[in-house]
């Protein structure tokens, strides 16, 4: 966005960046400084000693990848929906679905709990798979629709002039051009499914189905709480948020350079 | 691929949804009176679940690895919650019909209220008579007994029980700097003036979490006169009593003394106070007889490499009566409540197998010894003592003698800690205690608005 | 629309149960809960700490949200511009995100206690006049809830604005250079018009998250000293849970409800005024 061509232009940029930067970086410092005091990296080798680390990542990987395939493709349809398509009283669905934003998960969680009982899913992955996407779907229908209401109207006229029906246009045009908000979204419900903490530990009972973050709470106890291994938990079940978000955002950018639109 | 997806997963997605709402047509809501499951299972095999938010998962271990050299065919699975989850999980999965079989419930407001799902247990006294005779009462501690009561019913096998009431001193650090264990104020300002010109921190309260507060002007209120609180507690004297707020002067006078840490207001009891006393940056703390276990080598290394401390080298820690801050003699007063107890579902399908287990993990010398020596409860069984010889002390010649001697106060105290302490007046004692300590009331006005919140609560 | 039916499905039935909850003085397990009829609203309104929450939250919402928009925007720029190591700065702001206000609770207390990293940090830069005890002053522990949150969402903030402004066609972009616009002035007309769809969506979602703030103040302040970092999200939280009056605390859920979608509502409104007043 930014055109800085020459030098002390280039580094008066860097330094903004860097300046800007420090009250982010400095809690996270303290962060990994905790997780590595104490035992030093003993704070890791024990938390990978829990043993059932492995079933814990198993656990999150499944509930993520279902909750992100469901939220994406109902984000997607209800986005391109709600933004181009002529639906009578869309607007009030539409603030039917985000009224749903405003209820705190707490007050969900004994109707949720009767619910799953109701349908046979309670202690299976379904049973925090649907209510997961269903807390995120008014989320990123909200910012998906801001998005593809950005996409030219023109584009779509084109299509059809050239005998597209709706769902080639959303296939060929919504699709593609909305790829850099894909990314986000992919990466929120990422954030939303692979954190959450109450819905897994309620409505799972399996052990082997619980979700790494449950993993702090080996450490935590009535009456003492082992602060370094739970900053070690935290690290080892980020890093695997920060990677997917990495290789998310490159592929998708990617996507856009290579002329997939325009 | 979109394509495809999209059109294999709309469909039984639509499906489940329409299922849902009328789902949740027929699941209904309020839970209703629960009603006893008729059919109470075998008493010696099969599988039963076990919720709760204490013990740890090693201590847990330990129970049911001891448990099952009795009953080989009873298999228990625990899970543990959080204390700040365990409310919000156990209240809908008590309420359906897949709940535990056998759940942590504990006296008073705090997390798992035995008055609130009391009303969810089975009555275990038939059970306790059976293994106990009919003399069953007086061989339990009796604070166990009566705080996880739900109306006539026994909801509820206490495991142990804490009680609060004593400092704990890093004897360490007071022979480092010559000092000795403080007892009236006068010492405790000159200990604690020591200590900061040492760059030790004295004594660290954790004062956000206000439910510590509580134990703390007990203590003190205890000193300036026994009984007081237990019957402002129980509404025989309004909390206006001039011992309660003299009390409340006392605990404005400890932070303008400077023996309660600067930013005190701004820490947690756990981790933050914890954490300060078990690295050694304070040398007292306000903590009750749950602190036993950080008494041993293994326990109390464990704990301060906790704290983040690298390379952890076990201290001596001892148990000490609250000074005599009012000066009237009134010293040693100890205050507790079961901490824990296995409550039976009366939803369950074994209900007889999970009465095995809370009675004998409640009742049976040998479920009792296993928690005497974790050392994190006085045993519910009065004639259990931890075994000495097998408990490895950091300092065993101090230690043993200042621990007897708790434990054996601990078991002749009847006065409750937070037993009767219902949420709301809890939170209005909590309002006290920290409106006083940050000066945005006098001990009389705040004493007046606490007196004011309790005429409220019925 | 299966999306519609599912939310519609599960999160209206709670709705629902909600409403009727709030019309009791429950417990929450005793068999006989009382109908108080609209009782428990007549109570809110009278509620001095429903107040103070409410005040607190609207605060909270202008600050917050002003930080995290300008901030996250100007990242974003600045993040599209080519600066170097740009992927570490990305990975730094985005981090914050993905970890549990749990965990991050205790550290930033250590932070910001009395002898924490922050009064250290001051002490040693020449600043020590103004190090003091954060959290344990009514005064100094709202900024400091604001400052945690700010921190823990500019992420969200910066991954939408990132992923906003690659939509902005970089011929226009290009066109205003030509015609020698500078950089500011480029970033004020076109950029922030052109991610202001974002700015909308985001501030909606500001005002019902600001309604909902429980974390982070439960967490590191438990609402407190004195109820100085109440929120109406925490407030629920105490009533519902811990002191179980169950039907006062639905009866608070449904005024959160209430006072968030006319809070998204007014942003929507504002936004689609102004967009016709500038033609978009």
Same mark, same amino acid.
């Given at each position: 966005?930014?055109?800085?061509?020459?030098?002390?232009?280039?580094?008066?940029?860097?330094?903004?960046?860097?300046?800007?930067?420090?009250?982010?970086?400095?809690?996270?410092?303290?962060?990994?400084?905790?997780?590595?005091?104490?035992?030093?990296?003993?704070? @890791?080798?024990?938390?990978?000693?829990?043993?059932?680390?492995? #079933?814990?990542?198993?656990?999150?990987?499944?509930?993520?990848?279902?909750?992100?395939?469901?939220?994406?493709?109902?984000?997607?349809?209800?986005?391109?929906?709600? *933004?181009?398509?002529?639906?009578?009283?869309?607007?009030?669905?539409?603030?039917?679905?985000?009224?749903?934003?405003?209820?705190?998960?707490?007050?969900?969680?004994?109707?949720?709990?009767?619910?799953?009982?109701?349908?046979?899913?309670?202690?299976?992955?379904?049973?925090?798979?649907?209510?997961?996407?269903?807390?995120?779907?008014?989320?990123?229908?909200?910012?998906?629709?801001?998005?593809?209401?950005?996409?030219?109207?023109?584009?779509?006229?084109?299509?059809?002039?050239? &005998?597209?029906?709706?769902?080639?246009?959303?296939?060929?045009?919504?699709?593609?051009?909305?790829?850099?908000?894909?990314?986000?979204?992919?990466?929120?419900?990422?954030?939303?499914?692979?954190?959450?903490?109450?819905?897994?530990?309620?409505?799972?009972?399996?052990?082997?189905?619980?979700?790494?973050?449950?993993?702090?709470?080996?450490?935590? *106890?009535?009456?003492?709480?082992?602060?370094?291994?739970?900053?070690?938990?935290?690290?080892?079940?980020?890093?695997?948020?920060?990677?997917?978000?990495?290789? !998310?955002?490159?592929?998708?950018?990617?996507?856009?350079?290579?002329?997939?639109?325009? | 691929?979109?394509?495809?997806?999209?059109?294999?997963?709309?469909?039984?997605?639509?499906?489940?949804?329409?299922?849902?709402?009328?789902?949740?047509?027929?699941?209904?809501?309020?839970?209703?009176?629960?009603?006893?499951?008729?059919?109470? &299972?075998?008493?010696?095999?099969?599988?039963?679940?076990?919720?709760?938010?204490?013990?740890?998962?090693?201590?847990?271990?330990?129970?049911?690895?001891?448990?099952?050299?009795?009953?080989?065919? $009873?298999?228990?699975?625990?899970?543990? !919650?959080?204390?700040?989850?365990?409310?919000?999980?156990?209240?809908?999965?008590?309420?359906?019909?897949?709940?535990?079989?056998?759940?942590?419930?504990?006296?008073?407001?705090?997390?798992? *209220?035995?008055?609130?799902?009391?009303?969810?247990?089975?009555?275990?006294?038939?059970?306790?008579?059976?293994?106990?005779?009919?003399?069953?009462?007086?061989?339990?501690?009796?604070?166990?007994?009566?705080?996880?009561?739900?109306?006539?019913?026994?909801?509820? !096998?206490?495991?142990?029980?804490?009680?609060? &009431?004593?400092?704990?001193?890093?004897?360490?650090?007071?022979?480092?700097?010559?000092?000795?264990?403080?007892?009236?104020?006068?010492?405790?300002?000159?200990?604690?003036?020591?200590?900061?010109?040492?760059?030790?921190?004295?004594?660290?309260?954790?004062?956000?979490?206000?439910?510590?507060?509580?134990?703390?002007?007990?203590?003190?209120?205890?000193?300036?006169?026994?009984?007081?609180?237990?019957?402002?507690?129980?509404?025989?004297?309004?909390?206006?009593?001039?011992?309660?707020?003299?009390?409340?002067?006392?605990?404005?006078?400890?932070?303008?003394?400077?023996?309660?840490?600067?930013?005190?207001?701004?820490?947690?009891?756990?981790?933050?106070?914890?954490?300060?006393?078990?690295?050694?940056?304070?040398?007292?703390?306000?903590?009750?007889?749950?602190?036993?276990?950080?008494?041993? $080598?293994?326990?109390?290394?464990?704990?301060?490499?906790?704290?983040?401390?690298?390379?952890?080298?076990?201290?001596?820690?001892?148990?000490?009566?609250?000074?005599?801050?009012?000066?009237?003699?009134?010293?040693?007063?100890?205050?507790?409540?079961?901490?824990?107890?296995?409550?039976?579902?009366?939803?369950?399908?074994?209900?007889?197998?999970?009465?095995?287990?809370?009675?004998?993990?409640?009742?049976?010398?040998?479920?009792?010894?296993?928690?005497?020596?974790?050392?994190?409860?006085?045993?519910?069984?009065?004639?259990?003592?931890?075994?000495?010889?097998?408990?490895?002390?950091?300092?065993?010649?101090?230690?043993?003698?200042?621990?007897?001697? !708790?434990?054996?106060?601990?078991?002749?105290?009847?006065?409750?800690?937070?037993?009767?302490?219902?949420?709301?007046?809890?939170?209005?004692? &909590?309002?006290?205690?920290?409106?006083?300590?940050?000066?945005?009331?006098?001990?009389?006005?705040?004493?007046? #608005?606490?007196?004011?919140?309790?005429?409220?609560?019925? | 629309?299966?999306?519609?039916?599912?939310?519609?499905?599960?999160?209206?039935?709670?709705?629902?149960?909600?409403?009727?909850?709030?019309?009791?003085?429950?417990?929450?397990?005793?068999?006989?809960?009382?109908?108080?009829?609209?009782?428990?609203?007549?109570?809110?309104?009278?509620?001095?700490?429903?107040?103070?929450?409410?005040?607190?939250?609207?605060?909270?919402?202008?600050?917050?949200?002003?930080?995290?928009?300008?901030?996250?925007?100007?990242?974003?720029?600045?993040?599209?511009?080519?600066?170097?190591?740009?992927?570490?700065?990305?990975?730094?702001?985005?981090?914050?995100?993905?970890?549990?206000?749990?965990?991050?609770?205790?550290?930033?207390?250590?932070?910001?206690?009395?002898?924490?990293?922050?009064?250290?940090?001051?002490?040693?830069?020449?600043?020590?006049?103004?190090?003091?005890?954060?959290?344990?002053?009514?005064? #100094?522990?709202?900024?400091?809830?604001?400052?945690?949150?700010?921190?823990?969402?500019?992420?969200?903030?910066?991954?939408?604005?990132?992923?906003?402004?690659?939509?902005?066609?970089?011929?226009?972009?290009?066109?205003?250079? #030509?015609?020698?616009?500078?950089?500011?002035?480029?970033?004020?007309?076109?950029?922030?018009?052109?991610?202001?769809?974002?700015?909308?969506?985001?501030?909606?979602?500001?005002?019902?998250?600001?309604?909902?703030?429980?974390?982070?103040?439960?967490?590191?302040?438990?609402?407190?000293?004195?109820?100085?970092?109440?929120?109406?999200?925490?407030?629920?939280?105490?009533?519902?849970?811990?002191?179980?009056?169950?039907? @006062?605390?639905?009866?608070?859920?449904?005024?959160?409800?209430?006072?968030?979608?006319?809070?998204?509502?007014?942003?929507?409104?504002?936004?689609?005024?102004?967009?016709?007043?500038?033609?978009?």
């Amino acid at each position: 966005m930014f055109e800085a061509r020459r030098l002390p232009a280039k580094l008066i940029l860097q330094l903004i960046v860097t300046l800007m930067i420090v009250p982010y970086l400095f809690p996270l410092i303290v962060m990994v400084q905790g997780s590595l005091a104490g035992e030093g990296v003993g704070n @890791y080798r024990a938390v990978f000693e829990v043993g059932a680390i492995g #079933t814990f990542f198993k656990s999150s990987v499944i509930i993520s990848a279902s909750t992100i395939l469901i939220v994406y493709v109902l984000t997607m349809l209800a986005a391109f929906g709600f *933004s181009k398509l002529h639906i009578r009283r869309k607007e009030i669905y539409f603030w039917m679905i985000l009224a749903a934003l405003t209820l705190p998960e707490v007050v969900l969680l004994t109707p949720l709990f009767a619910t799953t009982l109701a349908l046979g899913v309670y202690d299976t992955y379904w049973a925090v798979v649907l209510p997961l996407a269903a807390l995120q779907i008014p989320f990123t229908v909200l910012i998906a629709r801001r998005f593809v209401d950005g996409v030219p109207d023109a584009l779509f006229d084109a299509a059809r002039i050239d &005998g597209a029906g709706t769902f080639t246009a959303f296939r060929y045009i919504v699709l593609p051009m909305t790829r850099p908000i894909a990314a986000a979204i992919v990466v929120l419900t990422l954030i939303g499914s692979w954190n959450a903490y109450l819905l897994p530990l309620v409505l799972i009972q399996d052990p082997a189905q619980q979700t790494v973050t449950l993993l702090p709470q080996f450490f935590v *106890s009535q009456f003492s709480n082992d602060q370094t291994k739970v900053l070690a938990s935290a690290v080892i079940t980020a890093i695997p948020e920060i990677v997917a978000y990495l290789c !998310l955002q490159g592929l998708f950018e990617r996507g856009l350079s290579a002329g997939a639109i325009k | 691929m979109l394509g495809s997806s999209r059109v294999s997963k709309r469909r039984p997605l639509g499906a489940v949804a329409a299922l849902m709402v009328v789902g949740l047509t027929l699941a209904g809501c309020a839970g209703g009176a629960p009603a006893q499951n008729a059919d109470q &299972g075998s008493a010696d095999s099969g599988n039963i679940t076990w919720w709760g938010w204490t013990p740890d998962a090693t201590p847990a271990e330990a129970y049911i690895k001891a448990f099952n050299k009795v009953y080989p065919n $009873i298999k228990v699975t625990f899970k543990k !919650l959080t204390i700040d989850g365990y409310d919000a999980a156990i209240r809908p999965a008590l309420a359906s019909s897949v709940g535990p079989d056998v759940f942590a419930v504990a006296p008073g407001a705090a997390n798992g *209220s035995v008055d609130i799902y009391g009303v969810n247990a089975v009555d275990l006294k038939p059970a306790v008579e059976k293994t106990l005779g009919a003399d069953w009462e007086s061989k339990l501690a009796p604070i166990g007994v009566s705080s996880l009561m739900n109306g006539d019913k026994l909801a509820a !096998l206490s495991v142990g029980s804490v009680f609060s &009431g004593t400092i704990w001193v890093n004897k360490d650090l007071f022979d480092k700097y010559g000092l000795t264990p403080p007892k009236t104020y006068d010492e405790w300002k000159k200990v604690c003036e020591t200590f900061k010109a040492n760059n030790v921190g004295c004594f660290v309260q954790g004062a956000a979490q206000t439910a510590f507060n509580e134990d703390t002007l007990q203590a003190i209120t205890d000193n300036v006169a026994p009984g007081v609180w237990e019957k402002a507690l129980k509404g025989e004297v309004p909390w206006t009593d001039p011992a309660i707020v003299q009390a409340l002067t006392i605990w404005k006078k400890l932070f303008d003394d400077g023996i309660m840490q600067e930013g005190a207001l701004g820490m947690q009891q756990y981790p933050d106070a914890n954490n300060g006393f078990m690295s050694g940056k304070y040398a007292m703390v306000m903590m009750g007889t749950w602190y036993m276990q950080y008494s041993t $080598i293994e326990g109390n290394t464990a704990a301060i490499s906790g704290a983040g401390v690298a390379d952890p080298k076990p201290f001596t820690q001892l148990p000490i009566p609250f000074p005599d801050v009012a000066g009237t003699g009134n010293v040693g007063a100890l205050y507790g409540d079961a901490d824990f107890g296995l409550a039976v579902n009366q939803k369950s399908k074994n209900i007889a197998a999970a009465t095995t287990f809370a009675t004998w993990l409640g009742t049976s010398a040998e479920g009792q010894q296993v928690v005497a020596d974790v050392l994190n409860d006085i045993p519910a069984l009065i004639t259990t003592q931890p075994n000495w010889d097998t408990v490895k002390l950091v300092n065993p010649e101090v230690q043993r003698p200042a621990l007897e001697k !708790l434990i054996s106060d601990s078991g002749k105290s009847t006065e409750p800690r937070l037993a009767t302490v219902v949420a709301d007046l809890q939170t209005a004692i &909590g309002v006290a205690s920290t409106t006083v300590a940050a000066g945005e009331a006098t001990p009389e006005q705040a004493a007046a #608005t606490l007196q004011a919140s309790a005429a409220k609560i019925k | 629309m299966p999306a519609f039916v599912l939310v519609v499905g599960i999160l209206y039935y709670c709705i629902g149960e909600t409403g009727y909850l709030s019309t009791l003085d429950w417990d929450g397990t005793s068999p006989t809960p009382t109908s108080v009829g609209l009782g428990n609203y007549e109570q809110i309104l009278q509620d001095p700490i429903f107040w103070q929450a409410i005040w607190h939250t609207v605060i909270f919402f202008i600050v917050t949200f002003t930080a995290q928009t300008a901030i996250g925007f100007v990242f974003a720029a600045l993040l599209h511009s080519k600066v170097k190591l740009g992927t570490l700065y990305k990975v730094i702001v985005f981090t914050p995100v993905v970890i549990a206000p749990a965990t991050m609770a205790p550290v930033f207390r250590q932070m910001f206690a009395a002898d924490g990293q922050l009064n250290w940090t001051l002490d040693h830069i020449g600043l020590g006049f103004l190090s003091q005890p954060w959290l344990a002053q009514s005064s #100094t522990a709202m900024p400091v809830i604001m400052f945690i949150t700010v921190w823990n969402f500019t992420g969200l903030t910066f991954v939408l604005y990132y992923a906003a402004m690659g939509q902005i066609d970089p011929e226009t972009l290009e066109a205003a250079r #030509t015609d020698g616009a500078s950089n500011i002035r480029t970033l004020v007309s076109i950029v922030w018009p052109g991610v202001r769809g974002t700015t909308v969506a985001l501030g909606m979602l500001s005002v019902i998250g600001a309604l909902k703030t429980f974390d982070v103040p439960y967490l590191v302040t438990i609402g407190g000293p004195n109820y100085a970092t109440e929120f109406l999200g925490t407030y629920i939280y105490r009533i519902s849970i811990p002191s179980a009056h169950v039907g @006062y605390g639905a009866a608070l859920s449904i005024m959160l409800l209430i006072l968030a979608l006319v809070g998204a509502i007014a942003v929507a409104v504002r936004a689609n005024r102004k967009d016709s007043e500038t033609g978009v």
